[in-house]
């Protein structure tokens, strides 16, 4: 079982930056692929980015590639968003999430446990 807390959220302008974090506990967090996704008011959590077990490879929604990076550090059980030149239309609340298998999953449905999400709010 993995137990996930976000941190890093919070008001930023529009082309701003911030990194997120996604502290772990647990003993499984350097056994699992893990995944970020967004959340806006109204709408259907989506796909942001996914990293692998060891980190060494990654995935992005098309939105986002180019402007947000995803890392982890398995020694520290901690994964982290970079956000970069962010938009007002990704004001949400970012999750982070364990997923159940190693192979690349962009669907919610692929990942079983999920922090409580870290608010980040775009200011144009």
């Known amino acids: 079982q993995v137990q996930l807390v976000e941190s890093g959220g919070g008001l930023v302008q529009a082309g701003g930056s911030l990194r997120l974090s996604c502290a772990a506990s647990?003993?499984?967090?350097?056994?699992?692929?893990m995944g970020w996704f967004l959340q806006a008011p109204g709408k259907e959590r989506e796909f942001v980015a996914w990293i692998s077990v060891s980190g060494g490879i990654t995935y992005y929604a098309d939105s986002v590639k180019g402007r947000f990076t995803i890392s982890r550090d398995n020694g520290k059980n901690t994964m982290y968003l970079q956000v970069n030149s962010v938009k007002p239309e990704e004001s949400a609340v970012y999750y982070c999430?364990?997923?159940?298998?190693?192979?690349?999953?962009?669907?919610?449905?692929?990942?079983?446990?999920w922090g409580e999400g870290t608010q980040v709010t775009v200011s144009s």
């Open positions: 999430a364990s997923a159940g298998e190693t192979i690349r999953t962009m669907s919610r449905i692929g990942y079983n446990y």
């Open positions: 647990g003993r499984t967090f350097s056994s699992c692929a």
